[in-house]
Structures are given as C-alpha cells and as structure tokens.
C-alpha cells in the first residue's frame, strides 16, 4: 500500500471515529462501562464480570461451605415434609394441607428465573446472604403461626428465598464463578453429595422432632443453622464486586418481564397443583386460571425477546435457536423434575400410608438412596474432571436411573424392605450422576455471559416439571381410588380419602374396608411408578443425542479493550476501524 493510500485512509478512520453513532453496530464488541452510554454498552457493563478462579486450597475451604448452604433448603423442605401430618391436625387444615408444599412451591418457581438476572446485577454472594437471610426469618414466623393461613403466607416468604437455593442455582453459579468449566464437574459433586445428606437426614431429624418435641421445631432448628452458615459465607467465600451504581442496577432489573412472569406462574401453577383436589377440573376457576396463564406465558416470551434490555431468559431467547444439545439438556431436566420430584413425595407416601411404617423408619428405608446421590454425584464429578468428557458420565446415569425406576414397578404391599433399599440404592447413583454432569452439559453448550440465566432457566423448568409430575401422579392416584371403592365407601368418604392420604386415621373403617383402602392405595402407586419408565426413558435417548464437547471453554478471549482506545489504537496503526480484530475468537 503506498503512503499516500495509507494516509487517505488513516483520514477516513479518524473522520468515522469522531462522527460514529453513540450506539455502537450489533457487530461491535463493546465493552465501554460509562453509565451513561446506550443499553447495550451497559447491558455488557454487567456481563460474564464475577468470574474469580481460585487455587485448589481455597477452593477446599469454599465449596464445603457452598454446598453446605445447598443442603440447608433441601433439610428444610424434607424435615417439614414428615411433620405434615402433625401440623395438619394441630392446625385442622382438612384438604388444604396440600399448600404448605404448594405456597413454598409457587413462591420459589415465581423467582427463578429473575434470580439469575440478579445475581448478575447485584452479585451473586449479596444475594445468597439475602436470600438465606429470608429463609431464615420466614421460619422462625412460621414456627409461631397460629392458624393455616398465617403458615402458608410464611412458607410462601420462605419460598422466596429458599427458592434460590432449593434447585442448586446460587450454589452452582458460585461454582462457576470460582472454578473453570474442566474443575466444574469434580468440585460440584460436593453440592450434590449435600443435597443427597439434606435429603436423608431431613426426614430423620423432622421425625425425631415432632415425635418427641413439636412440629414447631422443624421450623425452628434450621434457623440457628442458616446464621452460622451465612457468617461462614460472608468470612470465607470472596466478594466479586459488580460495576455500576445502584440506580443504574436497580433500573436494568427486567421489571416488567417480572411481574408477567410471576403471574403466569401463580395462574398455571395454582390450577395444575390443586386441580382434581380442591378445585374441579371442569370448574370456571380452573379453565380461566389456565387460560390468562397460558397467554401470560406466551406474553413473557413477547416481553423477553422484543422489550427487555437485560432478560430473565438467555439472551433473546437465543440458547433455544441456535444449540440442539442445550435444548435437549433443558428438556432433560424438565423429564427429570417430574419423575425426580413425585418419587421424593410418592415414595414416603408408599411406605409411611401403605406399608404403615413411622416418618423415621420410613426415613431409615430412603436413606440407601439419598445416600447414593451424594455418591453418584461425587463420582461422577471425578469422572468428568478426569477424562473431560461429561456425555458417557450422563448417558450411563440415565441408563441405571431407568433401571431403577423399571425395577420400582415390581413394588408391592409385601415387598421385602431390602429390595427396597436395593432398587432405591439405584434409583439414587442414576439421580446423582444425571443431575450434576447436566449441568456441566448446559453450561458447556452455553455462553459464559448466559449461563447464569440458563442455570435459572434449567432449575425453573425443573421444577415446573415437578409440579406437572405432582399434579399427574395427584391426578392417577385420585382416579384410582374412586375407581376401586365407589362400591364399597359412600362418596363423601371416597372425597375425605381423596383430599389427603393423612385423612384416614379420622375414619372409621372396618378391618376390610380398610384393606380394600390399601389395596386401592397401592393399584394408584404401581400405576404411577409405572409412569416412571417410559419418561426416563426419554431422557436416556436425550442423553444419547447430547452433543459431548468437552469441558474446555469455548469463547474465551484476551482482555477487553475499550471502544475508544481500540479505535485510537486501530488508527494510529493504520487499520480501518471497519476491520474485523485480530484473532478475535468467535462466541459460542
């Protein structure tokens, strides 16, 4: 090029420089921090910037920690599970006992996906304190509730907050934070060995609890626990400054997309949860409440990907149109909630109303499985930090997580207590090594500055499943039991049975009417068990479809360079400023 030619040119960089749009072209790689400049240079302000990889000592010191605050909403939710007997009666619910599973439920679905959002914004170790910090407060109210309402509006609060932690979504972005995607597998199995101990010790110690003190205190022994556990997160895991002023963060907070989101969530979620039971499923209520739920969905979407300077949901909605593999993971943990969450409820159920064990020997009997989990979980995060590859980790769970739920088809009223244990010592190495590889699956099919919000969005549709699979499996054993004993009971008593597995010790029944009762009991459990197979099934084959690529990062690139100075840079050298950069690495 001859020197006058580079001269013209230089000219012309300098003339587009100083007369460039404010905003810059959607193929321009900002990452200018004014506050003041446009919503997309802002937008990128808050992106992929609380990434903090620590060594290996620290991160033996963190992630216990990390996993121990998983475990807290898991011991939560399992200790009061088995207290619900007692609190139904202390409180004489009748068949509304169902929503203090159902208020913690629609509280935490409603703010997953804002979670992720957030913790972008504000960071995610503020969060997670606030959030413990409401769980924690939710609980020592609900202890003292007096009456139902007062416990469903506190469970409710408590949803909230425990709700970021329910589905390891604050945990697992810590993770991220802190380690690269080849450690992620290796040190997440801590978490999800928690999840599988909050699961087993939480029936025990909810037992333990109401037999011998009061159902009040399985809402009052975590409290003290949840505040040593934040004071160690406060001290030991590192803070991760997020740029930008207050105001700044409180306006990119994707409002509008929040409040759609939490009334089509409470609108879908409250028919589908109590439909069969307390409301018809024929009733006006129901069908409107189904309806407006459904349009607010499809408006959701709307708002994300047209209006929304920051959205809930993976960038526009882009992790659906552009990976097959994401999709198929997140459609894997939606199978997976709703098999995963009606076994943690139907399986009690199973052995506390059928077989007629007590909350801690019944406790005794899961125990194999959740043990497992931890197991399963741990492994198979050794695996895949080994060999750094997380498909044939993924593909074998599936397979003996089939195997498990296949073979649970065989229970019976007599079934011996060891091949229950056997079957659930399956079921749990399948759960604990689908689970957690998943989620490395996920994130390596994921963008680093979406993967909080695909983390969201997985945890959201999991437990979306678990309240379609809750409502199915409510729905099979309901049908079941009208169908065997509308010969035999009155339909008043068919209707109290219905409303609540627990109603039964308030009737009177004759020794064979009771076992007609039981019987029926365990035709709705085989056929619900049954719907199990063909679901993981399914996952199996999704597993199989996962495209392994590995767990080294795919859009890692060098330092950024602000706008102006690249510019600067780019015409004192010569470049055009239209030039595409060096060795710019594409985003996957």
């Known amino acids: 090029m001859s020197s006058s030619q580079s001269t013209q040119d230089g000219k012309q960089a300098v003339f587009r420089t100083l007369f460039r749009k404010k905003n810059p072209s959607p193929t321009s790689e900002t ?49 009061v599970s088995t207290a619900v007997p007692a609190i139904g009666a202390s409180l004489n619910m009748g068949p509304s006992i169902s929503w203090i599973a159902t208020s913690f439920l629609l509280a ?23 959030c413990m910090g409401i769980l924690a407060g939710a609980n020592l109210c609900a202890g003292f509730a007096q009456n139902a309402a007062m416990l469903f509006a506190f469970r409710s609060i408590a949803g909230l907050g425990g709700g970021a932690m329910y589905v390891p979504f604050l945990p697992s972005n810590l993770a991220s934070d802190i380690t690269t995607l080849e450690q992620r597998g290796k040190y997440n199995g801590f978490i999800g060995a928690m999840v599988g101990l909050g699961n087993g010790i939480g029936p025990l110690i909810g037992g333990a609890l109401t037999q011998r003190a009061s159902w009040r205190w399985c809402f009052w022994f ?4 949840i505040l040593v556990v934040m004071v160690v997160i406060a001290i030991v895991i590192p803070p991760s400054p997020v740029r930008g002023n207050t105001w700044t963060k409180v ?16 609108l879908v979620l409250i028919p589908i949860s109590q439909g069969g039971s307390t409301y018809a499923w ?13 349009l607010l969905i499809i408006a959701f979407v709307l708002v994300e990907w047209k209006f929304a300077k920051l959205p809930m949901m993976p960038n526009k909605v882009r992790l659906f149109q552009s990976d097959k593999s994401a999709n198929l993971v997140l459609l894997q943990g939606t199978l997976h909630g709703i098999v995963y969450w009606a076994n943690l409820f139907y399986i009690p159920m199973y052995l506390q109303t059928v077989r007629g064990y007590s909350p801690i020997l019944s406790g005794v009997i899961i125990l194999p499985m959740v043990a497992s989990h931890g197991v399963g979980s741990l492994v198979s995060g050794q695996i895949i930090s080994k060999t750094g590859h997380y498909g044939p980790t993924i593909v074998f769970s599936n397979c003996v997580w089939l195997v498990g739920v296949s073979l649970q088809t065989i229970y019976t009223r007599s079934s011996p207590v060891w091949a229950i244990c056997l079957i659930g010592f399956l079921q749990g190495i399948g759960i604990g090594g689908a689970f957690q590889p998943g989620l490395v699956a996920l994130l390596a099919h994921s963008r680093k500055a979406d993967r909080a919000v695909a983390n969201s969005l997985r945890n959201f549709l999991r437990i979306l499943g678990g309240s379609i699979g809750l409502t199915i499996s409510g729905t099979i054993l309901n049908n079941t039991l009208k169908t065997h004993l509308q010969n035999i009971l009155s339909p008043d008593t068919i209707n109290t049975i219905t409303s609540s597995a627990y109603a039964l010790s308030s009737i ?33 084959v999704c597993a199989v479809l996962i495209r392994d690529e590995g ?15 690249r510019e600067v840079r780019d015409v004192s050298e010569g470049v055009s400023v239209d030039s595409p950069p060096v ?3 594409a985003q996957v």
């Open 31 to 79: 990452t200018n921090t004014d506050e003041s400049s446009s919503p997309s240079t802002t937008l990128e302000t808050f992106k992929d910037q609380q990434s903090n990889i620590l060594p290996h000592n620290k991160l033996m010191i963190v992630f216990p920690t990390i996993a121990l605050a998983q475990m807290i909403s898991y011991l939560d939710q399992t200790s």
């Open 108 to 130: 935490s679905t409603s703010v997953q996906l804002i979670n992720g959002r957030l913790s972008d914004i504000v960071g995610r170790k503020p969060l997670l304190l606030t």
């Open 222 to 225: 975590i409290v003290p626990v």
């Open 251 to 266: 306006r990119m907070v994707d409002w509008l997309g929040l409040v759609v989101n939490l009334a089509a969530v409470v």
């Open 282 to 294: 024929n009733s006006a209520l129901v069908i409107a409440m189904l309806t407006i739920g459904g």
């Open 508 to 540: 009177n029944l004759s020794h064979n009417q009771y076992e007609m009762v039981m019987d029926a009991y365990m035709a709705g459990m085989h056929t619900i068990f049954v719907m199990y197979a063909p679901i993981i099934g399914v996952c199996f």
């Open 551 to 565: 767990v080294a990062e795919k859009d890692a690139k060098p330092p950024a360079v602000p706008l102006a100075e």
């Open 583 to 585: 060795g710019r690495q």
